[in-house]
């Protein structure tokens, strides 16, 4: 877990930990892990703590960091007064890290999302047909082969960031966003795939929709997704999509 492991400062209040460059879930479950060490025992003068892709970020104060006395009885570091907060920091994180059990991902939830390839539900899945030099059909067999891990939601409220896709369908951004993109859409970036929660410009290549809710603000849970969900999409013709529609209403 530590092996591509960096850390540096931003500023003089903050630290970033770097699992390496590579989004997967061994990235994933370092991130996670950290993060929620730091959050069930943290580290005194912490902040905020920012987990993303491949970081984790620590904001402190860097007062409360060198007045702690959380480093005194560590026989093998200088003293502390002559330390500045962003090393204390490096080595308080350095043995947390160093001392993390490696342990396999949470017990997940998997969530079936139903997506119509079909029509003006998918403006932009010629273009991924073409740009991998694939059929249509094949484009929409291999995207709903997958088994995409939600790293996190970002963006808009709800949008999933998930990992797992093909790099047989993997297609640059549109060069020119949209001003408008529905809620449901299914796009693909890169290497990722997501699903637009709300109404909002964007330029992911759109290949789909799901007649699913993704953002409620009125209910308890507003999200239909967490972070360590699964996900697994299956195509629907466009009279599904409007059956489905209709329940969600």
């Not at 963006?155 to 966003?177: D, H, L, V």
Request: glycine share 8%.
């Amino acid at each position: 877990m530590t092996s591509n492991m960096q850390f540096y400062p931003i500023g003089e209040r903050a630290i970033v930990v770097k699992f390496g460059s590579e989004l997967n879930e061994n990235t994933y479950e370092a991130v996670t892990s950290l993060s929620k060490s730091l959050k069930q025992k943290p580290i005194r003068g912490t902040i905020e703590i920012v987990p993303t892709f491949t970081t984790v970020t620590i904001y402190y104060d860097p007062i409360a960091v060198l007045n702690s006395n959380q480093l005194k009885t560590k026989g093998n570091l200088n003293n502390q007064l002559t330390r500045s907060p962003y090393k204390i920091m490096h080595s308080i994180l350095q043995e947390r890290i160093s001392n993390m059990e490696a342990r396999p991902l949470a017990e997940y939830r998997t969530i079936k999302i139903p997506v119509c390839y079909e029509g003006d539900f998918a403006p932009d899945l010629d273009y991924v047909a073409a740009h991998n030099k694939l059929k249509k059909e094949k484009v929409i067999q291999i995207h709903t082969e997958g088994d995409y891990l939600v790293y996190m939601l970002g963006f808009a409220p709800g949008f999933p960031y998930m990992g797992g896709m093909s790099s047989e369908i993997a297609t640059p951004r549109r060069k020119k966003p949209r001003s408008l993109v529905s809620s449901g859409s299914v796009g693909i970036a890169g290497e990722q795939t997501g699903i637009y929660s709300i109404d909002s410009p964007g330029g992911w290549q759109i290949i789909g929709r799901t007649p699913f809710k993704l953002f409620k603000p009125k209910e308890e849970q507003p999200t239909l997704f967490q972070a360590g969900d699964r996900i697994q999409f299956y195509p629907i013709s466009l009279e599904e999509y409007a059956e489905i529609e209709e329940k969600q209403k």
